[in-house]
């Protein structure tokens, strides 16, 4: 294992098939070195351990605090959705093996409390049946089962909920936010993670914007338990994959709401690319049960059933049975845009975006999650490297913008070969 997948000594970076790989972190465990928690981390290189505000709590933000706090800094969390409302993003993820492993060297959770596991992947045809069959793993897991771990990881009093930061003063003393409720807060650090809709990166970057790429993910999950017996054999442990005229239909099972993982008990997690013009047919989709117009995203259970119904339809021309049965089984169907992202620069003085904030990269290598998470690994690690802040974040954004240049580009010519938009 170690020769093919961590035979690799430098900064994060991406093999060839799109796994995001990280440092020493993962080679560790592959080359049987010393745990991480061995080393003396509480120290930093940097006179004083930092003051290091971090812009968003999801999968970025939570990445960068764990790695920030072991680096032995102060870092604090501020995420603008209001306590008890973060929960409600079920969606599944392909999670890279080596970011199972990091988690799990890191003591934050087992691999198994973490993802479940495909056995093969399947490309079907029309009838279902599958034309071809490749016998690797893929894990699986879902965004809450991640986000659940990693929050355990950061004390109550370092993840402030209901804080959005509105605006960001930098001068000497270091870097100053303001939030909506008009407080503020002074730290030597701002980490960006604020997603690919990032206010705070707009401030820095105001013509870089996240450009729509025609399609959207059209997606839901099914309680596993709820398949009927003549498709058991069609789901369990396979990523199911289907290519219909200009859109991609994938399945794959995924933790259940509370992180379950036995058979029976998960969720089949379901994501149908397919093209929607801008204008009319896109407003239509993201139009909500509540007659408000949204414009990126469609979250579950305010799709309009008129909506679904047609799209059930479509699913009854172009989708093999056992698909159309969960796109008909679902009761919450949601929709994300698909855009692309990328930005040249990282580092505004004491300022730095991490994750989707940075780069959008299209959920077809299913990176975001390793890329968000490299990039925290790494800011820490330079910080830790360097005994200059300037320094660290120079050499950070020199690695971690050719890492997301990469991602996004291969990310994007597999995205329109599946919707035939080469
Ligand atoms: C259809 C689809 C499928 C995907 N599948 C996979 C997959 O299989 N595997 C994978 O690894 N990744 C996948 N991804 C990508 C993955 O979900 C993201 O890359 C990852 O969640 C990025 O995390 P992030 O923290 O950078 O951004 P986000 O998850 O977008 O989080 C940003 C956070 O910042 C908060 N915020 C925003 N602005 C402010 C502000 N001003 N102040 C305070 N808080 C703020 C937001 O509320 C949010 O919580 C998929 C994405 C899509 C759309």
């Given at each position: 294992?170690?020769?093919?997948?961590?035979?690799?000594?430098?900064?994060?970076?991406?093999?060839?098939?799109?796994?995001?790989?990280?440092?020493?972190?993962?080679?560790?465990?592959?080359?049987?070195?010393?745990?991480?928690?061995?080393?003396?981390?509480?120290?930093?290189?940097?006179?004083?351990?930092?003051?290091?505000?971090?812009?968003?709590?999801?999968?970025?933000?939570?990445?960068?605090?764990?790695?920030?706090?072991?680096?032995?800094?102060?870092?604090?969390?501020?995420?603008?959705?209001?306590?008890?409302?973060?929960?409600?993003?079920?969606?599944?993820?392909?999670?890279?093996?080596?970011?199972?492993?990091?988690?799990?060297?890191?003591?934050?959770?087992?691999?198994?409390?973490?993802?479940?596991?495909?056995?093969?992947?399947?490309?079907?045809?029309?009838?279902?049946?599958?034309?071809?069959?490749?016998?690797?793993?893929?894990?699986?897991?879902?965004?809450?089962?991640?986000?659940?771990?990693?929050?355990?990881?950061?004390?109550?009093?370092?993840?402030?909920?209901?804080?959005?930061?509105?605006?960001?003063?930098?001068?000497?003393?270091?870097?100053?936010?303001t939030f909506q409720d008009g407080t503020t807060e002074t730290g030597d650090l701002l980490?960006?993670?604020?997603?690919?809709?990032?206010?705070?990166?707009?401030?820095?970057?105001?013509?870089?914007?996240?450009?729509?790429?025609?399609?959207?993910?059209?997606?839901?999950?099914?309680?596993?338990?709820?398949?009927?017996?003549?498709?058991?054999?069609?789901?369990?442990?396979?990523?199911?994959?289907?290519?219909?005229?200009?859109?991609?239909?994938?399945?794959?099972?995924?933790?259940?709401?509370?992180?379950?993982?036995?058979?029976?008990?998960?969720?089949?997690?379901?994501?149908?690319?397919?093209?929607?013009?801008?204008?009319?047919?896109?407003?239509?989709?993201?139009?909500?049960?509540?007659?408000?117009?949204?414009?990126?995203?469609?979250?579950?259970?305010?799709?309009?059933?008129?909506?679904?119904?047609?799209?059930?339809?479509?699913?009854?021309?172009?989708?093999?049975?056992?698909?159309?049965?969960?796109?008909?089984?679902?009761?919450?169907?949601?929709?994300?845009?698909?855009?692309?992202?990328?930005?040249?620069?990282?580092?505004?003085?004491?300022?730095?975006?991490?994750?989707?904030?940075?780069?959008?990269?299209?959920?077809?290598?299913?990176?975001?999650?390793?890329?968000?998470?490299?990039?925290?690994?790494?800011?820490?690690?330079?910080?830790?490297?360097?005994?200059?802040?300037?320094?660290?974040?120079a050499e950070w954004e020199t690695d971690q913008v050719e890492m997301g240049y990469r991602?996004v580009e291969e990310a994007s010519r597999r995205g329109d070969r599946y919707t035939g938009?080469?």
């Amino acid at each position: 294992m170690a020769d093919q997948i961590y035979d690799y000594t430098g900064p994060a970076r991406v093999c060839h098939d799109g796994h995001v790989y990280y440092n020493e972190h993962v080679m560790r465990e592959a080359y049987e070195l010393p745990p991480l928690e061995d080393r003396d981390r509480t120290k930093a290189s940097i006179d004083e351990p930092l003051d290091v505000i971090i812009s968003g709590g999801s999968m970025g933000g939570l990445f960068a605090a764990t790695a920030m706090r072991q680096a032995g800094h102060d870092a604090t969390v501020y995420e603008r959705t209001e306590a008890g409302k973060m929960k409600d993003r079920g969606a599944g993820i392909i999670a890279h093996p080596e970011m199972l492993a990091y988690l799990e060297s890191q003591n934050i959770a087992d691999w198994d409390e973490l993802a479940t596991v495909t056995n093969r992947t399947q490309h079907l045809n029309r009838e279902g049946e599958p034309i071809d069959t490749e016998g690797r793993a893929t894990y699986t897991t879902s965004w809450d089962t991640v986000y659940r771990n990693l929050r355990a990881e950061v004390p109550d009093d370092r993840y402030r909920m209901g804080k959005q930061i509105v605006d960001v003063d930098q001068d000497d003393d270091g870097v100053t936010v303001t939030f909506q409720d008009g407080t503020t807060e002074t730290g030597d650090l701002l980490i960006v993670a604020e997603g690919y809709r990032s206010h705070t990166r707009e401030q820095f970057l105001p013509d870089r914007s996240p450009e729509y790429a025609g399609y959207v993910a059209y997606r839901g999950v099914v309680p596993e338990d709820e398949v009927p017996a003549e498709y058991e054999t069609r789901f369990g442990d396979i990523y199911n994959l289907y290519h219909a005229p200009q859109s991609q239909f994938l399945t794959y099972p995924v933790p259940g709401p509370n992180g379950e993982m036995e058979r029976g008990e998960r969720r089949i997690n379901w994501v149908w690319y397919y093209p929607f013009e801008e204008g009319e047919a896109l407003d239509n989709l993201l139009l909500d049960d509540q007659g408000r117009q949204r414009s990126h995203s469609l979250p579950p259970g305010l799709m309009r059933e008129e909506v679904h119904d047609e799209q059930i339809e479509i699913a009854s021309d172009v989708l093999p049975e056992q698909l159309q049965w969960l796109v008909s089984a679902t009761t919450e169907p949601f929709v994300q845009c698909i855009y692309d992202l990328a930005i040249p620069e990282l580092v505004f003085d004491n300022v730095c975006v991490i994750g989707d904030a940075a780069f959008f990269i299209r959920p077809h290598m299913a990176a975001g999650t390793a890329h968000a998470a490299a990039d925290a690994l790494e800011l820490a690690e330079s910080i830790s490297n360097t005994d200059d802040l300037e320094t660290a974040l120079a050499e950070w954004e020199t690695d971690q913008v050719e890492m997301g240049y990469r991602l996004v580009e291969e990310a994007s010519r597999r995205g329109d070969r599946y919707t035939g938009q080469f």
